[in-house]
Structure formats: structure tokens, C-alpha cells
């Protein structure tokens, strides 16, 4: 077991989350801790209220961002290992957004990782996906069915090309909703400028600077704090999706509304957000590529978490991988919503 | 296939009806007239039926994508539609088809009626060979059903009539019936000449709206207004064309053969005639509850004592056609004269008889008599315009429904399961409970609608953190959260362990304050039933009017 409750293994899951006792630090801990590990800078896992922070060296600018200036941070390049107590940390690509990292820990000669969220896909806006074989692997399963399968992001950026364009004929706005970090950056990587101007909700806005300076290319995107009227027939706009229903998207009169998500997949949760339409697009693994990563790791032992993993804990146990969900140390059973 | 499954997918991208519309003009504006009817056949909802099972698709998916059988049912229940997870769980090997949808239809999915299992599973494998990913869905919805894609049967009338330079309303009396693509061309229902086999069809029926949507006062005065008793039966049309007789549900099922004494007596009135009215339940002394006409219905040809225990009678309340005559632009006070005077004469206890007019001559008289209906078996008042047409479809102004109040309940949600289409992923169907004299809650109910979206989020989100249990699809759920849950009435049923069941369930509003210990007792319930102890057999599906949807 690396995972138990017991002070001599090398993770235990705690309320508070993944706790390494060797080196006396958390990983994307929630509460307050001394020292925590951040695999990215997404609000789930990169929490406020902790004393020191460790990320990666492209993660440190988009944590900054998040956390502010005053939280205490460091930062390793990705590939180096650094000694904490008695464990070895060392963070290495993971491919879900900018500065993403899966974080293997050493402890007495056997090796663990915490994929954090991860996608071995093509991605030109982030580092790619690094194998790392190791002893035990902690997976993230938000797409644990079959599914979900994605398509290359090529295709999906002709699709959302080939929609604005239409859109614009028409004289309508295109909005596209997707995360102000990550999402948004790569849907704007893959927009055809030809079409006509690119704006961009600020939140999303704030964080193509950090992107620009970490060598990612982007198309030129204007900061829109509030629609003017009549003005973005031709437009195609990039907006958190939380702002989906607020007076800043109901100022693009007459836009047609589309969501950037491996939630697209299916029909019915399109249908039910009343959108135009729905792009698979997911910074996350898909069902072959959770197989895959999981399997090519060669991990003796598979804890499943962030999803449903029931359903493929099962099916890894029939493939012969000893996988098990990581079920949340106390509260009722729960299902992630979708 | 190629342009039917563009249809489909720009159809299921739509959000408005017009768009709908005018995008299936063009589809039949562009589609082979072979290829046309078969798309209105499929899009009123029809199917091929005996075609392959669900639990064969599920199984052919399977093996043809080396997932074991638990994980394509896991995906299924997730995905909450079959067409669909198969479309996402099999890949296509080619980028599309150069295959017609009759093609597809005739080569495919017609011959797999008569084949076995095994041939059913290589057929099924050479269409997912030649079909493209963009027909996947389309033809699994083929073979699975439920095809509507948000186009209800008025607007494919609608487009059709479009189409061919028509009346809606002549092509919806084109497209009733038991039709098939066998029988039936596009020219033959498009055809501007009206034939003899169309007079033996129902003409589109003319639906009432609800009360509450319009104020008492709007109505005017009582004397512009007939009032009828509201019928708890099935709405059909009697049909005498000719030496033919036929009756029509409101699902457009011809089902004289499970009424043979209304086709019997048929031979007593005069020819060339179609009355629209009501089968009911009714013996000697008059009307008996819906649920005696449960147990004749979906029987057909039957038998001497069924039919001796189980009366049942035709109550026809208007007249649209006579010798012959197309009275539907007629005024509602000439075809009641008229049909008054058709059905004249006839002996008391015949199966077809003459619904009567209420002679109240003011709205508070009427408002005291509407208070007895539910102890008169009926279901509240229908008002007609006596100047009103007799339109298609639900049309605001000409018949309203004044129902009775329904009955009311606060219940337990215990068990929850996610719904379909929209509401996939969604917990959505709860299983709602009342306290027995024991102190336990025993489900009297299941009940999808009535919640607003925020709502429905809402409970999804409280029933993901309080699973209890989990039983297939269904997951236990900590007993927490009480809804006012509203039905029509209450049978008794061997089937639920609570020994009743409720008729059209459906949510009211949450009772945030109310705790569980709150809710009512199966004997508040059970006496709400009154006078109505038969049993009653499920198994039919019937809408909120009381019409029956399938057979």
C-alpha cells in the first residue's frame, strides 16, 4: 500500500488531501498547510491560505497571477529533483494547461506519482505529456467512460472556424465559452484570423501575457471590459463560461453561444445549457488515453480520483492493473457532477 | 444518407421551430421522394419494429469494441440514450456512404426482422462498416426509435404543406393512420385531389387548452359557451365511410378490432359520417372509472366475457363530417344540431350514444356543479365557442378544459435515477415516499417533471452527495427532501408494495419547509382514492388528457 493512514507510508490520504510524512509537505492540498506541492494553477488544486508553494518553473508566473504577489512560492524546472526531509520530489510535464506537472515522489528507492489532471493529446499551448514509469500512480479519471474519446484538435478548430465563419455571414457574434486558464488560450491558438476580430472576456484576457512570455503563440485578442452595442457581427468572442448568463454576454446582441468542453460529448448537456452548439475539447485525458498513460506507467498499484472512477478501476482490475478508487478519507459517498 | 443525416444533425443543432421547419422544406426540396417518406415516417415517430433488440445492440457494440458488456451498460445509463452511446462507443471505419435512407432502410434495417441473432450481428457490423461517423446516430435512432429531434408531427405538416403548396391541415389528415412508406408515397400525400381511402382517416384532432390560462371574465358571456361534462376516456373519431367503419385513438392507431361492439353498432347509424367524441367505460348505470377501461384496452378481438364484464360505450360530442360533407368550417351550434340529429333515436343502452350539453345558465351555477365532478367520475367541464371552428391541433380561444382541481400530497424523495434526452446526467426521476402505519416510507409515486432548471441542479447536487445505495441505475438517497407532488387520482395496485399507485404524477414545488417527518401518511393518501377501489393494470401509456398514446 504507498496509500494508508499509517505514518510509515509514503502518501496518506488526509481531509486535507495527499500528505507525504518523509517530507512533511501536501499535495494540492485544501485548508492551510506548511508546504504544499502544486501540480497547475487551476483553482481546484492551486488553493490559497498555505505558508509555502512549490510548482513548477512555467506553472510559478500563472500561480503568481492566481494567488497574488504575498503568498510565499517556489519553483523547480521540470526534469530536476529536489530533496524534501526524506523524500525526492521532481515535477515533470503533464500536458493539461501552461506549467502543468504530474509530481513524482521518492521515497527509499520506489517512486509515486500524482498525475494531477492530465492529456497526452497534441497541444501547442503547453508542455507535452511526459511518461513517467513508476511504482504507484495516482490518476485523475474525469472522463473514466468510453465514451469519450476526442478527436484531434485540429478538426475541433476547423469546426469552431467553420461555425464563426457562418455565424459572421449572418451578422451574428460567435461566443465561445471556455476556462479563463488553459481553455481559453488553446481555443484562441487554433482560431483562423482571417475570419475577423478575436476578443476576449478579461478574465481570460489577464492570462495571455504570461502565455505570450513562456513562448506560446497567440493570435492578437482585444480585452473587452463591456460589449458596445451593434459593433461584433463579424466577432468571435472567448468568455468564461460563468459569465454565461450575465449582462456582459447578453450586450453581444444576437450571438450564437457555444462551450469548448469534453462535456460536449453528449447531447444532452448541450441541449439542457440552451448553447448553439458544443465543441469536444478537453485539456483532460480521454477514456484511451487514461488506459494508455495508466498502463505504460507499469504502476504496480492505480488510485483513481477526480471523477467516476468506478467504472474503470473495474475494467483496469480485468486488464489485470491493481486499480482502486481513492475514496475521500470521511463524509458521504459522492458523485462528481457533471 | 447523406443529406438525411445532415437534416438530423442541423435539425438537432436547432433551436427554433421556424429554423426546424424551414430546414426540413429543404430537405425535401433537395431528397429523393423515396427517400422523403421514409424520413416523414420515421420523424412521426414510427419505427421498424422487430428489428433488433436493445439488449442485441448493446451486446454487438460489445464484442465489435472488445468492452466488456458492464461498461457499454455503465456508459449507456450515463449517457441516457442508446443511440447515441453507440454512436460514441464504435468507431467508423469510413468517412461516409454513398447509400440512399431507403437504400439503407431496405438493405439493412427491413430484413433484419426475419433474421436470427447471428445474421442480425453481421448485418449490424456490415453497417457500421460502410456507414460514416456523421450516420452513426441517425441510424442507431433508426433502429432504436424515439426519432422526433424536436420536430413535432404539426411542423412536419407544416413543412410538407411548404413543400407541396398545401393546407397544413389537409396533409395532417394525410399523414393519420397507420401508413407505411409501403403504402404511401410523397405524390399520393401530396396529391391536392382528395381520394376515397382518405375519407376513411381521422381527421387531425382538435385539442382543448387549460383554464388557468385565461381569465373567467375573458370567456364572455355563458351563452356564447357549450358546456360539456370533461370524459375520463380515451378521445377517438368513429368513422362510416361507405360499407368501411373505423375508430381512431388520438395517437392515430385504428383500434376497432379491441372495440367490436362500437364497430357493431356502428351499422345502426347513417352512412358517410365521422363523429369525434370519447370511449368510456359504462354499464348499466352509466359511467365507470378509466380504470375498468384499462382492461380492455390493447386486447384485441376479445372474448364474449371480457366484453359482458367490461362495457364500453362511444360518447360522441361533435360531427365533422356528414353524407359525406366536410363540416369543420362549420359553426360549433350547426354541427351540434346536426349531429343531435344524426344520432337520434337511439336505444339506451347502446355502445354509442350522444354526450350531453349542460343547460347552467350562468358561470357561479357552473362553478357549483364543477365542484361534483370528481364524485361524478369525470373530469371537470369542456368549453366550446359555439361559433368555433373545428381546428388542428391545440389552438388558444376555441375549447378550453376546466378540470378539476388535482389531488395534493407531501412525499419523500428515497430514490433518484438520471433522465433522458435534455436531462441526461442529470439526476431527475425521483421516487417519492409516504409513511405507512408501520413508521416507514413506502414509494407511491415516480415523478420526472415540474421542477425548474435551477431547481432540478439543485436536487442533482444533493443527490450526488447523499447516495445511500446504489441499485443498478437507481441510487438510494438519504430520505432529506419532501415535494408537494400533485396527481389525479388513486388506484389500488398489487404491484407497489404501498398497494396504490397515482395517476399522472408529477412534482409541484419543493416544501423547503418541510421536514420529512412532515410529509402525509399512505392512509391520507389511500382516502383520497374515495370510491374508486378497482384494480387497476398498468402497462398502457396514456397522456394527461386522457388519450391513448399507443396501443
Not at chain 1, 478538426?155 to 465563419?165: D, K, L
Request: hydrophobic share 35%; glycine share 8%.
Amino acid at each position: 500500500m504507498i496509500i494508508s493512514g499509517k505514518p510509515t507510508a509514503v502518501l496518506t490520504n488526509t481531509t486535507k488531501g495527499l500528505y507525504c510524512p518523509a517530507g512533511d509537505f501536501y499535495l494540492d492540498p485544501r485548508g492551510s498547510v506548511k508546504r504544499a506541492l502544486v501540480t497547475h494553477a487551476h483553482s481546484d488544486h492551486a488553493r490559497p491560505g498555505h505558508d509555502i508553494y512549490l510548482c513548477s518553473d512555467p506553472c510559478l508566473p500563472l500561480l503568481r497571477l492566481r494567488l497574488g504577489g504575498k503568498a510565499k512560492m517556489e519553483s523547480l524546472p521540470f526534469g530536476e529533483r529536489r530533496r524534501i526531509g526524506d523524500a525526492c520530489v521532481s515535477f515533470h510535464p503533464a500536458g493539461h494547461i501552461l506549467g502543468s506537472a504530474q509530481i513524482k515522489v521518492e521515497v527509499s528507492g520506489k517512486s509515486y506519482v500524482v498525475s494531477g489532471d492530465y492529456k497526452p493529446d497534441k497541444d501547442g499551448t503547453c508542455e507535452e505529456f511526459e511518461l513517467v514509469k513508476c511504482h504507484g500512480f495516482v490518476s485523475e479519471c474525469t472522463f473514466g467512460l468510453p465514451v469519450y474519446r476526442w478527436k484531434k484538435e485540429e478538426e475541433v478548430f476547423t469546426q469552431i472556424n467553420h461555425w464563426w465563419a457562418s455565424n459572421a455571414e449572418e451578422g451574428r457574434p460567435s461566443i465561445v465559452f471556455a476556462y479563463s486558464l488553459g481553455k481559453a488560450q488553446r481555443v484562441l491558438s487554433g482560431l483562423d484570423t482571417s475570419n475577423g476580430p478575436i476578443l476576449m472576456h478579461p478574465a481570460a484576457h489577464s492570462f495571455l501575457e504570461p502565455y505570450r512570455k513562456a513562448g506560446i503563440s497567440l493570435p492578437e485578442a482585444a480585452k473587452v471590459d463591456q460589449a458596445k452595442t451593434g459593433e461584433y457581427a463579424q466577432a468571435i468572442i472567448v468568455a468564461p463560461p460563468a459569465v454565461e448568463e450575465s449582462g456582459w454576454t447578453r450586450a453581444f446582441k444576437g450571438c450564437r453561444k457555444s462551450l469548448a468542453s469534453g462535456w460536449m460529448t453528449i447531447r444532452g448537456q448541450r441541449r439542457r445549457q440552451n448553447l448553439d452548439r458544443g465543441f469536444v475539447l478537453s485539456d483532460h485525458a480521454d477514456w484511451n488515453g487514461l488506459v494508455g498513460v495508466i498502463s505504460a506507467t507499469e504502476a504496480d498499484e492505480v488510485l483513481l480520483t477526480h471523477g467516476n472512477g468506478d467504472a474503470l478501476a473495474r475494467y483496469l482490475c480485468e486488464k489485470g492493473i491493481r486499480a482502486k478508487v481513492l475514496e475521500k478519507p470521511s463524509g458521504p459517498q459522492e458523485e462528481k457532477e457533471p | 444518407m447523406k443529406l438525411f443525416s445532415r437534416l438530423f444533425h442541423d435539425l438537432d443543432a436547432m433551436t427554433k421551430t421556424n429554423e426546424r421547419v424551414e430546414r426540413l422544406g429543404l430537405y425535401f426540396e433537395q431528397a429523393d421522394p423515396n427517400d422523403s417518406i421514409w424520413a416523414c415516417w420515421f420523424l412521426a415517430g414510427n419505427r421498424i419494429k422487430g428489428s433488433v433488440k436493445t439488449s442485441e445492440l448493446r451486446a454487438f457494440a460489445s464484442d465489435r469494441t472488445g468492452l466488456p458488456d458492464w461498461i457499454v451498460s455503465e456508459s449507456h445509463e450515463r449517457v441516457g440514450d442508446l443511440a447515441e452511446t453507440l454512436s460514441l462507443l464504435v468507431e467508423a471505419k469510413v468517412s461516409g456512404t454513398s447509400l440512399s435512407l431507403s437504400q439503407l432502410v431496405e438493405a439493412f434495417i427491413k430484413p433484419m426482422v426475419f433474421m436470427d441473432r447471428e445474421e442480425r450481428r453481421n448485418c449490424i457490423y456490415r453497417a457500421w462498416d460502410v456507414l460514416g461517423p456523421e450516420d452513426f446516430l441517425p441510424f442507431h435512432k433508426l433502429l432504436t426509435g424515439a426519432f422526433r429531434m424536436g420536430v413535432s408531427k404539426g411542423n412536419l405538416c407544416k413543412a410538407l404543406a411548404l413543400f407541396g403548396k398545401l393546407e397544413p391541415a389537409f396533409v395532417a389528415q394525410r399523414l393519420t393512420g397507420n401508413w407505411t412508406p409501403e403504402t404511401a408515397s410523397l405524390d399520393k400525400i401530396l396529391n391536392p385531389k382528395r381520394t376515397e381511402e382518405s375519407l376513411c382517416l381521422p381527421f387531425p384532432f382538435f385539442l382543448a387548452c387549460p383554464i388557468q390560462d385565461t381569465a373567467p371574465d375573458e370567456l364572455g358571456s355563458v351563452e356564447d359557451w357549450q358546456v360539456e361534462w370533461k370524459w375520463d376516456g380515451i378521445r377517438a373519431q368513429l368513422i362510416k365511410s361507405g360499407g368501411n367503419v373505423m375508430l381512431w385513438s388520438r395517437g392515430e392507431e385504428s383500434v376497432g378490432e379491441s372495440f367490436p361492439e362500437i364497430i357493431r353498432a356502428a351499422n345502426s347509424i347513417p352512412s358517410d359520417v365521422c363523429l369525434d367524441g370519447e370511449i368510456l367505460a359504462w354499464g348499466k348505470n352509466g359511467l365507470r372509472p378509466f380504470s375498468r377501461l384499462q382492461k380492455r384496452l390493447g386486447r384485441k378481438d376479445p372474448g364474449p366475457t371480457i366484453m359482458k364484464r367490461e362495457p364500453v360505450r362511444f360518447q360522441a360530442y361533435d360531427l365533422l363530417r356528414l353524407k359525406g360533407k366536410d363540416l369543420r368550417e362549420q359553426p360549433l351550434r350547426k354541427r351540434r344540431a346536426k349531429l343531435v340529429e344524426t344520432l337520434d333515436k337511439l336505444p339506451n343502452e347502446f355502445p354509442i350514444g350522444l354526450s350531453s350539453v349542460l343547460a347552467e345558465k350562468s358561470w357561479e351555477e357552473l362553478a357549483a356543479l364543477h365542484r361534483q365532478s370528481r364524485d361524478r367520475g369525470v373530469e371537470g367541464f369542456m368549453l366550446k365557442r359555439r361559433d368555433s371552428t373545428y381546428q388542428s391541433g391545440r389552438v388558444k380561444g376555441g375549447w378550453f378544459k376546466w378540470k378539476v382541481d388535482p389531488l395534493h400530497a407531501d412525499m419523500v424523495m428515497v430514490s433518484a435515477q438520471l433522465g433522458h434526452g435534455k436531462r441526461s446526467n442529470l439526476y431527475s426521476d425521483y421516487s417519492l415516499a409516504v409513511w405507512n402505519d408501520r413508521g416507514e416510507l413506502v414509494v407511491v409515486a415516480k415523478a420526472y417533471s415540474g421542477l425548474t432548471d435551477k431547481e432540478l441542479k439543485e436536487v442533482d447536487r444533493f443527490v450526488r452527495a447523499n447516495i445511500t445505495g446504489r441499485f443498478g441505475p437507481v441510487r438510494g438517497v438519504r430520505p432529506e427532501l419532501v415535494f408537494e407532488v400533485a396527481f389525479e387520482g388513486v388506484r389500488f395496485s398489487g404491484r407497489h408494495k404501498s398497494g396504490v399507485a397515482l395517476r399522472f404524477p408529477r412534482i409541484k414545488r419543493r416544501r423547503l419547509d418541510k421536514k420529512p417527518s412532515e410529509a402525509d401518511t399512505l392512509e391520507t393518501v389511500r382516502n383520497l382514492a374515495g370510491n374508486e377501489t378497482s384494480r387497476a393494470e398498468d402497462g398502457t401509456r396514456i397522456d394527461e388528457d386522457g388519450n391513448l398514446l399507443l396501443f
